[in-house]
């Protein structure tokens, strides 16, 4: 059944702010699991609701632009979500749970979800072959951001979701080509990933010197990015899939990326080395403070001028690194501080060189 907001006041749970047709009488019952809800440009222009809400479809059609969706407890979708116009957002949830299971969508308006401090509203989307599309200029914002259910992520936007809490996968999110999801704030990581992240677009973890990357769940997604955002930042040991390009991004002076140890790193794609800032003069990429090891299986690379003005230092330590591809590091001396320092420390460095039938070392 439809149902269609006509409200008088501010509250969901109110049957006579319901309709059964745009612009009819109310009293046609508070929406269930099984109602399709629609915004348009009649009724109170806040909606509000405690406790919880559900229904089936939810959709702001384009003639609410003055609506504003605010809330503190959770609800849940059973089917799409699709905003149009108008504003759809949290205040700050204590933990509650706002729940998508079918498709979502927005095309304009505002998805704010969270005021970002405390404990904010999670938003989970839990359906199975689901699309998840972002059509319009505006961002999509989430404090904590859980998928449990298999998501194709893509639009016409570059960025189609800013997390800027916590994420937790433990299903499936495909990431389209030319699209990127943002994990980036001051408290901003991992929760729970025992999922898998995939597809031919890009991940891009801004990472601290309190960032924790897990050593669970599977990374086979084209190009996962590190872009630092402190003086210092710790990778954990893992694996990343072989049609996995990661991708290091220093941004300011005087950076370092190091490497953890107590295990092998297995860089089973492609590991890349970014940076375009020419204020950076000094910049590291450090195996030896932990005596970490690395097993790249693609090209290690410094990306063509990557380092304008800065000197580039790489310390290999004392572990064992295996390179199956080829080592390419590329600087155009453009500048008399451009350097490129490598101390390869007292380990061993394992080249494999084209054309020639070895015996492989053992990959997980």
């Keep these: ?22 612009g009819g009488a109310g009293g046609a019952g508070i929406p269930t699991a099984i109602d399709d809800v629609f915004f348009d ?12 809400f559900e229904c089936r479809n939810l959709t702001f059609e384009l003639s609410a632009s003055s609506k504003f969706f605010l809330f503190e407890q959770g609800g849940i979708i ?36 969270g005021t970002g401090t405390g404990i904010d509203l999670i938003c989970l989307f839990s359906g199975i072959d689901k699309t998840y599309q972002l059509n319009q200029t505006g961002a999509a ?49 991992f ?50 899939e072989s049609n996995c390009e990661v991708e290091i991004e220093y941004n300011s002076n005087g950076q370092i990326f190091r ?3 107590s295990a092998r790193h297995y ?17 590291e990429f450090d195996c030896a403070s932990n005596n970490a090891e690395m097993w790249i299986g693609g090209k290690f690379d410094i990306y063509k001028d990557a380092f304008p003005n800065a000197t580039f230092t790489i310390k290999f330590g004392n572990g064992i690194h295996v390179f199956k591809g080829t080592v390419d590091f590329y600087f155009s001396y453009t500048s008399i501080s451009t350097h490129l320092v490598v101390d390869a420390g007292k380990g061993t460095i394992i080249l494999y060189p084209t054309g020639r039938q070895l015996i492989p070392l053992p990959v997980p």
């Design 1 to 22: 059944m439809n149902k269609y907001w006509v409200g008088t006041n501010q509250y969901w749970h109110d049957d006579n702010n319901w309709a059964l047709t745009s």
């Design 41 to 52: 440009a009649n009724g109170d222009n806040l909606i509000w609701f405690t406790p919880a």
């Design 78 to 113: 059973h089917g799409d979500f699709l905003q149009e116009a108008g504003y759809f957002g949290g205040t700050g949830g204590g933990g509650y749970v706002l729940e998508f299971k079918g498709n979502w969508q927005s095309t304009g308006g505002t998805f704010a979800i």
């Design 141 to 189: 914002s989430y404090q904590n951001f859980s998928v449990t259910g298999s998501y194709t992520f893509s639009g016409t936007r570059l960025v189609v979701a800013n997390i800027y809490q916590k994420i937790s996968v433990t299903g499936t999110m495909n990431i389209a080509f030319g699209k990127r999801i943002d994990l980036d704030g001051n408290d901003a990581g």
């Design 191 to 240: 929760d729970v990933f025992t999922g898998t992240i995939n597809g031919d677009g890009r991940f891009r973890c801004g990472y601290r010197n309190t960032s924790v990357m897990p050593v669970t769940g599977t990374i086979s997604i084209k190009y996962w990015l590190f872009s630092l955002q402190g003086a210092l930042a710790v990778l954990n040991p893992r694996t990343y």
């Design 259 to 261: 490497l953890g140890g």
């Design 267 to 283: 860089f089973l794609g492609e590991l890349t080395i970014l940076c375009d800032e020419a204020s950076v003069n000094t910049a």
